[in-house]
C-alpha cells in the first residue's frame, strides 16, 4: 500500500532560521504532490503542489519544495522562518488520474520561537 | 468564489445522539471527501464521492457511520448513535476533475460527544 513518511514530528525554530522538513513516499508510478499548512485551530491549506515539470517548486508564504524522483522525496524548505510560520505541516500523495484520493503524513508540528 | 462550506463548525453532543454533518464542495467540483483529524491517529479519510457516487469508504469506522451526497453540491456525514471516541475534527474537502486535481479543504467540524 502507498504510504508518507515525514520524518519529523516536531521541529523547534529561532526566527531567521532556515528551515527543512522532510518527506518520502512509497509508490513507483506517477504521482501528484502537495504540501497542506494547518495553523492552530484552522483548516488545511494548500501551501504548493507538483505536477509536472521543474521539479522546483514554489509555493505562498516564500516556501518552496523539491521533487527528487530518485529519492521518492518531495521536501519543503523555507529560507528564513518567521513567527507566523509557527504550525503544522503535512505532505500529501495522490496517484495520478485515480480519482485524487490523498496520502497524508503524519504532519510535523513547527514552533518558530520570536 | 466561495470555499468549502461545512456546518455546524462546532458541535457537542452526549453519547448516543445522532450527529449530522454537513458539506457544501465548491461550484464545478465533482469530488468529496470527508476527514476525520484526532491526536492519535492524525488526518484519516473516511469516505470519498465522485460524481455523487461513493468510491472508497473503507475509511468508515464502522456501521455507525454513514455518508451521502444526494446532489453535487451537498454531501452529509452522519453518526449514530454517537459515542465520545469519535470526538474529532471533520473535514471536508472537493476537488474538480481531470487527472491533477487538488483538493480545497473546508473549515472543518469540531465534534465533542460527551
Known amino acids: 500500500a502507498q504510504s508518507v513518511s515525514q520524518h519529523n514530528h516536531h521541529v523547534i525554530l529561532s526566527e531567521a532560521a532556515s528551515l527543512e522538513l522532510g518527506c518520502n513516499y512509497s509508490?513507483?508510478?506517477?504521482?501528484?504532490l502537495f504540501w497542506y499548512v494547518q495553523y492552530p485551530g484552522q483548516h488545511l491549506q494548500l501551501l504548493l503542489k507538483?505536477?509536472?515539470?521543474?521539479?522546483l517548486v514554489k509555493g505562498i508564504k516564500g516556501f518552496e519544495a523539491e521533487f527528487i524522483k530518485s529519492k521518492f522525496s518531495f521536501n519543503l524548505r523555507k529560507p528564513s522562518v518567521q513567527w507566523s510560520d509557527t504550525a503544522e505541516y503535512f505532505c500529501?500523495?495522490?496517484?495520478?488520474?485515480?480519482?485524487?484520493?490523498?496520502?497524508f503524513g503524519q504532519g510535523t508540528e513547527l514552533s518558530v520561537k520570536p | 468564489d466561495a470555499g468549502v462550506i461545512q456546518s455546524p463548525r462546532h458541535e457537542v453532543t452526549e453519547m448516543g445522539q445522532e450527529v449530522t454533518l454537513r458539506c457544501k464542495p465548491i461550484?464545478?467540483?465533482?469530488?468529496l471527501f470527508w476527514y476525520r483529524q484526532t491526536m492519535m491517529r492524525g488526518l484519516e479519510l473516511l469516505i470519498y464521492?465522485?460524481?455523487?457516487?461513493?468510491?472508497?469508504d473503507s475509511g468508515m469506522p464502522e456501521d455507525r457511520f454513514s455518508a451521502k451526497m444526494p446532489n453535487a453540491s451537498f454531501s452529509t456525514l452522519k453518526i449514530q448513535p454517537s459515542e465520545p471516541r469519535d470526538s474529532a475534527v471533520y473535514f471536508c474537502?472537493?476537488?474538480?476533475?481531470?487527472?491533477?486535481?487538488?483538493?480545497?479543504f473546508g473549515p472543518g467540524t469540531r465534534l465533542t460527544v460527551l
Open positions: 500529501a500523495v495522490s496517484i495520478y488520474n485515480q480519482g485524487g484520493k490523498l496520502i
Open positions: 474537502a472537493s476537488s474538480s476533475p481531470g487527472g491533477r486535481e487538488t483538493q480545497y
Open positions: 464521492f465522485n460524481n455523487n457516487v461513493p468510491i472508497d
Open positions: 507538483y505536477f509536472s515539470g521543474d521539479p
Open positions: 461550484s464545478g467540483h465533482n469530488s
Open positions: 509508490y513507483g508510478g506517477t504521482v501528484n
